[in-house]
C-alpha cells in the first residue's frame, strides 16, 4: 500500500516568509509525527497527534511552529516569519495505535535564503 | 531528558566486512528501541527491540538489546555497497515520542 507523502519536497523561501508543509500519513494510522532533522544531526521531535486527543506540541522550538491534523488525516506544519536556523529537512512519520513502529515519509528539505 | 547516543559517528570499511554499531540510551519509561536505515532522506524500519524480544535477526543484519547495560548493537556481516547510509538508533518511551542519536555513517567501499 502507499506509504507516507510528504509535499513539497524541496521549499526554498526568503527569510521572514511564512511556509507550510504537508504530510498524508498511512491509511488507517491514527498516529502522526512531526520531525526536524538538521544537517548532522538525529532527528528531533516537534509534535505528536493521536486520534482526537489534544496534540503533544512539547518539541515546537518557538510560537512560530505550528500545525494542526484535519479530519484524523492530512497533517500542516506551519512556520511562520521563517528565520535561517529553520532549515532543514521535515520528516513526517504515522504509526498504529499503541505501536512504537513509525513509519517516515520522504521529507521536505526546507532552505531559508 | 531522555538521551541515546551512537557510537561510531562515521565508519569505513571495504565490502565483505563486518560491522557493529552501538547504542546507549538514558531514558525514563523505556517502551522499546528502534533502529532504521537513512539512505537519502526517509529512514526506513529495520528493527524493534522490547523486554520480550531482546534479538531480532534478518539476512545479513542482527541487533541484541542489553537492558542491563541500557544498550543494543547492529552487526551487518558481509557488508554491501548498498549498505552504505546512516543508521539511526531510537528510543520509544511512554510518551510516544521516538528519541533519536546521531546516528552512525556507514561507508562500505568496493
Known amino acids: 500500500g502507499a506509504g507516507v507523502s510528504q509535499s513539497p519536497s524541496n521549499k526554498v523561501t526568503e527569510k521572514g516568509k511564512d511556509v507550510e508543509l504537508r504530510c498524508d500519513p498511512i491509511?488507517?494510522?491514527?498516529?502522526l509525527y512531526w520531525y526536524r532533522q538538521s544537517l548532522g544531526q538525529g532527528l528531533e521531535f516537534l509534535i505528536y497527534?493521536?486520534?482526537?486527543?489534544?496534540?503533544?506540541k512539547s518539541g515546537l522550538p518557538s510560537d512560530r511552529f505550528s500545525a494542526e491534523r484535519t479530519g484524523g488525516s492530512v497533517s500542516t506544519l506551519t512556520i511562520q516569519r521563517t528565520q535561517q536556523e529553520d532549515s532543514a529537512v521535515y520528516l513526517c512519520?504515522?504509526?498504529?495505535?499503541?505501536?512504537?513502529?513509525?513509519?517516515f515519509g520522504p521529507g521536505t528539505r526546507l532552505t531559508v535564503l | 531528558e531522555d538521551k541515546v547516543v551512537q557510537s561510531p559517528l562515521s565508519l569505513v570499511v571495504h565490502e565483505g566486512d563486518t560491522v557493529t554499531l552501538n547504542c546507549s540510551y538514558e531514558?525514563?519509561?523505556?517502551?522499546?528501541l528502534l533502529w532504521y536505515k537513512q539512505e537519502k532522506k526517509a529512514p526506513t524500519f529495520l528493527f524493534m527491540l522490547?523486554?520480550?524480544?531482546i534479538e531480532k535477526k534478518s539476512g545479513r543484519l542482527s541487533s541484541i538489546l542489553d537492558k542491563k547495560e541500557l544498550s543494543s548493537i547492529l552487526n551487518i556481516t558481509a557488508t554491501q555497497t548498498g549498505d552504505s547510509a546512516i543508521y539511526l538508533c531510537?528510543?520509544?518511551?511512554?510518551?510516544?515520542?521516538?528519541?533519536f542519536g546521531e546516528g552512525t555513517q556507514l561507508t562500505v567501499n568496493p
Open positions: 531510537a528510543v520509544a518511551t511512554s510518551g510516544s515520542r521516538l528519541t
Open positions: 491509511s488507517g494510522h491514527t498516529a
Open positions: 522490547t523486554s520480550s524480544g
Open positions: 512519520a504515522s504509526s498504529v495505535t499503541r505501536s512504537d513502529t513509525q513509519y
Open positions: 497527534f493521536q486520534g482526537n486527543s489534544a496534540p503533544d
Open positions: 531514558v525514563t519509561n523505556f517502551r522499546s
